[in-house]
């Protein structure tokens, strides 16, 4: 089970960081990532780190936030973190976090095998 936190409300220019802890289960052993569905809008791919052992704990961003967000894991806490900074109104969504048991690299939301319940992020201009 993935647990989301740290959401909220923030103003244009702001930060806020975002935890997904697990439960029953092992984070290390998946890759990570985050998603965001936004009023409206199609589910997002945010954020990506892979599994340290045989994938290096790389990262990977989307255009829209490189340089903004930044993605890091805790495996001894069993906990990956999305640190957002400089946010901006389009960064309005509710943020999930995904675990991902495969082998190979994706932003696809149906590749991802668990899921948390998501945290609203709701960002003030």
């Known amino acids: 089970q993935l647990v989301e936190s740290g959401g909220g409300l923030v103003q244009a220019g702001g930060s806020l960081r975002l935890s997904c802890t697990a439960s029953?289960?092992?984070?290390?052993?998946?890759?990570m990532a985050w998603f965001r569905q936004g009023p409206g809008k199609e589910r997002e791919f945010v954020a990506r780190?892979?599994?340290?052992?045989?994938?290096?704990?790389?990262?990977y961003y989307p255009g829209s936030v490189k340089g903004r967000f930044t993605i890091s894991r805790d495996n001894a806490a069993n906990t990956v973190f999305l640190q957002m900074n400089s946010l901006k109104s389009e960064d309005t969504a509710v943020y999930s976090c995904?675990?991902?048991?495969?082998?190979?690299?994706?932003?696809?939301?149906?590749?991802?095998?668990?899921w948390g319940q998501g945290t609203q992020v709701t960002v003030s201009s």
């Open positions: 780190i892979n599994r340290i052992s045989g994938n290096g704990g790389n990262t």
């Open positions: 995904a675990a991902d048991r495969g082998l190979y690299f994706t932003t696809v939301a149906a590749d991802y095998d668990y």
């Open positions: 029953g289960g092992t984070l290390s052993s998946y890759s």
